[in-house]
């Protein structure tokens, strides 16, 4: 079978193909510039150097193709521009359901986020919570704005679509840069790290990558049009989660909490810089506020209905350290 992917070269991506060649599919992907998709190239995957705010480069590259996933995101902390957000994540999103509408497309899966959700202040997380808060930041805005326009898709041209939403991805990579948690974990196993985020207290889900990318996968085989799947993996505050890796990369360091209003002073001077010289901050405050919240929920629907796998977090810290110890 054909299938197209955008977003081919980020972590999830990554994997989600490697996988789909294994199974016999081939893959035509949509990358933004060849060369640093090279490490995708290999038989029975062909490149289409292209973007996706561009509706001709979508359709060539789709074109001939039964199944479609689009993990193709602006997922970055900051941005000059804040336009970005709205015009890849959703502008982008439209281009590729009207190609599959145009395609006769079979089915889609697009990779959303747990965050448009909220957090758990009421109630843990799971694909019925009503949000209880407002937005945080303009990639949560761009995500819900978008899958209200893919539920205008399925109501209108009855187009197969299928919602995945990761919570806290981590885990190895096949090449690239590292996503946040990962980095999270980096900084301890490799860089001395000892500061708590938040108080240390507030929980998160931490889900397995290769979990994340099977989901995709369960989602397409099994996933009803229309809805939305969370894919998740062990809800852990900062406290316990940090106990696991030590344990895990067999290193014991005294942990530090960092009062809020450091923390904040600290994501202020990083905004600054990054809207005065252009220096990309690595928090802002807007995720310093999001990050003082619990974030608990739970996959039991992509559980029961996908045969979603968890690894238990202490599986996946154990390959993951052993993935970055050969950086």
């Not at 799971?126 to 209200?148: H, P, Q, V, W």
Request: aromatic content about 10%; proline content about 4%; hydrophobic content about 45%.
């Amino acid at each position: 079978m054909k299938i197209f992917i955008t977003g081919a070269t980020g972590s999830i991506g990554q994997h989600l193909v490697k996988m789909l060649l294994l199974r016999g599919h081939t893959i035509h992907a949509l990358v933004r510039s060849l060369k640093p998709a090279q490490p995708l190239n290999t038989d029975n995957i062909v490149l289409f150097e292209g973007d996706i705010m561009n509706k001709d480069d979508v359709n060539k590259a789709m074109r001939g193709c039964q199944q479609v996933y689009h993990l193709a995101a602006f997922a970055k902390v900051w941005a000059r521009n804040t336009g970005l957000f709205y015009s890849i994540n959703v502008e982008g999103t439209v281009n590729v359901l009207e190609a599959a509408v145009k395609n006769n497309i079979e089915k889609v899966v697009v990779t959303s986020t747990a965050g448009i959700f909220g957090p758990s202040l009421s109630s843990i997380i799971t694909e019925k919570k009503i949000r209880e808060i407002d937005l945080f930041n303009e990639y949560e805005g761009s995500k819900m704005a978008a899958e209200s326009l893919i539920k205008d898709f399925v109501n209108q041209y009855k187009l197969n679509i299928v919602i995945v939403s990761p919570s806290r991805v981590y885990g190895p990579f096949l090449f690239g840069p590292l996503s946040s948690t990962t980095i999270l974990i980096d900084k301890y196993v490799n860089h001395s790290w000892r500061i708590y985020p938040g108080t240390g207290k507030e929980i998160g889900n931490y889900v397995y990558i290769e979990d994340v990318a099977l989901g995709h996968i369960l989602a397409m085989e099994k996933g009803q049009i229309g809805h939305t799947y969370l894919l998740g993996g062990e809800n852990h505050d900062y406290v316990s989660f940090y106990a696991v890796l030590g344990e895990v990369a067999n290193i014991k360091r005294k942990m530090i909490r960092v009062p809020l209003w450091m923390q904040l002073a600290i994501a202020r001077w990083q905004l600054f810089l990054a809207n005065q010289f252009g220096i990309e901050p690595k928090i802002t405050p807007k995720w310093v506020s999001k990050g003082r919240y619990n974030w608990e929920l739970s996959s039991e629907k992509a559980i029961q209905e996908l045969g979603l796998p968890v690894t238990p977090l202490k599986e996946g810290l154990i390959k993951t350290v052993a993935y970055l110890r050969t950086l």
